[in-house]
C-alpha cells in the first residue's frame, strides 16, 4: 500500500468501541449533555433509516441491551463526548440502572 493510502488511513479511520450506529448516538447525546453542562430533560434522535436499521439490531456496549434508545439514554446520563468514539467505555452498572428510567 502506497505512503498517500496509508495517510488517508491513519487521518480518517478512528477507533470505536462498538458498532458505530449506537456509538455515534451515545455521542451526540453525550455532547448535549456536556454543552448544557446538565442531563438533558429530554432527548429526540433522528436518523436515517439506514442507521436505524444497523443500530437497532446490535448490542451498546457495556450494556448487554441492544439499541438506540439504550445508547441515546446512556449518552445523555454519562457525557465525556471528548472521548468520541470510545464514550461508553466507562459505563457501569450504577449508570445503567439509571439509563433504563431514563
Given at each position: 500500500?502506497?505512503?498517500?493510502?496509508?495517510?488517508?488511513l491513519?487521518s480518517?479511520?478512528?477507533p470505536a468501541?462498538?458498532?458505530?450506529?449506537?456509538?455515534?448516538?451515545?455521542?451526540?447525546?453525550?455532547?448535549a449533555?456536556?454543552?448544557?453542562?446538565?442531563?438533558?430533560?429530554?432527548?429526540?434522535?433522528?436518523?436515517?433509516k439506514?442507521?436505524?436499521?444497523?443500530?437497532?439490531?446490535?448490542?451498546?456496549?457495556?450494556?448487554?441491551?441492544?439499541g438506540?434508545?439504550?445508547a441515546?439514554?446512556v449518552g445523555?446520563?454519562?457525557?465525556?463526548?471528548?472521548?468520541?468514539?470510545?464514550?461508553?467505555?466507562?459505563?457501569?452498572d450504577k449508570?445503567?440502572?439509571?439509563?433504563?428510567?431514563?
Amino acid at each position: 500500500m502506497d505512503t498517500h493510502c496509508l495517510t488517508i488511513l491513519k487521518s480518517e479511520v478512528k477507533p470505536a468501541l462498538g458498532c458505530t450506529e449506537p456509538v455515534a448516538v451515545a455521542l451526540c447525546c453525550g455532547r448535549a449533555k456536556d454543552e448544557l453542562n446538565d442531563i438533558p430533560e429530554k432527548v429526540e434522535v433522528f436518523v436515517s433509516k439506514n442507521v436505524l436499521k444497523n443500530g437497532m439490531g446490535v448490542y451498546v456496549p457495556n450494556t448487554d441491551m441492544v439499541g438506540l434508545d439504550i445508547a441515546a439514554a446512556v449518552g445523555s446520563l454519562i457525557g465525556n463526548s471528548h472521548k468520541g468514539l470510545n464514550i461508553l467505555e466507562d459505563v457501569d452498572d450504577k449508570l445503567l440502572l439509571e439509563a433504563k428510567i431514563f
